[in-house]
């Protein structure tokens, strides 16, 4: 391995590390409102990623997203909750992620013989048969006014307010606290999976059909269960994501898991890059926390209302769309590749001017030259 190489990657591992040790900083200097942020979206780039997996990897368009996401929110719930089996915690939501996998699995016929906007149009039907099902099915779900979720218990420890009662470094950890600490493990986890799913043979498989299924099928991809598995990998993705959302809402209720949630994500995975878990990140951070601010901060902006006023034009939520719809406008034009690929532009611009920018030369003293003789003169 060569020494630049080496050091490469010995940088990378440093800012790696940086990056870890400031994503722990959050819960000892914000308050609640802020780690709330930080919450919803982890988890939205947890279900962003797997949707960037099947619509930028795969090249498949869903619209289906939020209805594994209320499979994986009400799998929990259910499971670890009464009514219901009352299954311990973690092992409920293992369940309903295995649960949204299935419900992945038995849609994948579907996904495996129908492409492009007929996909779309097909996953679009099951939200409707979702949202149904949830108003519907008061026993399970709770109705309209949705479920209490039960909180996450791990060897004896609760991610709640108390039970046991947790002061660290002088700072009480309450929910959001530790809530916090579990995104973190569930993002990375989600992060080096999927990051390490591209990477292998079946990422660049996936790669292959979104280019030209024809000569992927050439070259020997069998693309039926390609794209079969890719759905049912997004689809636990998105469990995984409903699983943390629950537990970071505390009550789950039917009108979440609606199209516009749908939307949502695809909103996340244009603006921050198809295909990359990066691009898939920052999608999902500038998309869930944008509302947010902009109703924490409503009564400071201009031509927006605050929440539970009738005077003004805009509400903080539809003022947000109007942003982030004007972004996905302008990532389209300009930047099709979204915040990611410009991200990489920016990058590799930055370094071809280091490369060209020429080292300061060096002057070397010449050695001293001996003295010049004088001719002696013949008589």
């Not at 947790?166 to 950890?173: C, D, I, S, Y």
Request: glycine fraction near 10%.
């Amino acid at each position: 391995m060569s020494d630049r190489l080496l050091a490469a990657l010995t940088r990378r591992r440093a800012a790696l590390l940086l990056l870890a040790v400031l994503l722990c900083l959050p819960p000892f200097y914000l308050d609640a409102f802020w780690l709330r942020i930080g919450l919803f979206s982890m988890a939205a780039a947890i279900g962003a990623t797997g949707l960037a997996l099947l619509s930028g990897t795969a090249g498949q368009l869903s619209l289906g997203h939020a209805f594994f996401l209320a499979v994986g929110a009400y799998g929990y719930t259910w499971l670890a909750g009464e009514p219901g089996p009352g299954l311990p915690p973690v092992l409920a939501a293992l369940l309903a992620v295995l649960l949204a996998g299935a419900a992945g699995g038995l849609f994948s016929p579907v996904a495996a013989r129908v492409k492009g906007i007929y996909l779309g149009i097909a996953t679009l039907a099951l939200v409707f048969l979702g949202h149904h099902v949830l108003l519907t099915a008061d026993s399970v779900t709770g109705g309209f006014n949705g479920r209490s979720v039960p909180p996450l218990t791990l060897g004896g420890f609760t991610f709640a307010e108390s039970d046991p009662e947790l002061t660290v470094l002088g700072v009480p950890f309450g929910a959001e606290e530790r809530l916090w600490f579990l995104g973190l493990a569930l993002f990375a986890f989600t992060w080096f999976t999927a990051r390490g799913l591209l990477r292998s043979r079946p990422g660049r498989a996936l790669a292959a059909l979104r280019d030209s299924e024809t000569a992927a099928a050439v070259m020997g991809v069998d693309v039926a269960r390609h794209r079969s598995a890719a759905f049912v990998v997004s689809s636990m993705y998105a469990g995984l994501a409903g699983v943390l959302l629950a537990l970071a809402f505390r009550r789950v209720v039917p009108d979440y898991f609606s199209l516009a949630l749908s939307v949502d994500y695809l909103a996340m995975i244009v603006i921050g890059g198809l295909g990359s878990v990066a691009g898939a990140t920052a999608g999902a951070v500038f998309v869930t926390a944008l509302p947010l601010l902009m109703t924490r901060y409503a009564d400071q902006l201009p031509l927006v209302t605050a929440p539970g006023t009738t005077e003004g034009a805009v509400g903080p939520t539809e003022a947000a769309r109007y942003l982030y719809g004007a972004a996905i406008v302008l990532v389209l034009l300009y930047a099709p590749d979204g915040l990611h690929g410009l991200a990489r532009r920016v990058r590799d611009r930055v370094r071809r001017r280091r490369s060209r920018t020429p080292a300061p030369e060096t002057v070397v003293p010449s050695p001293p030259q001996p003295a010049a003789r004088p001719k002696e003169h013949t008589p």
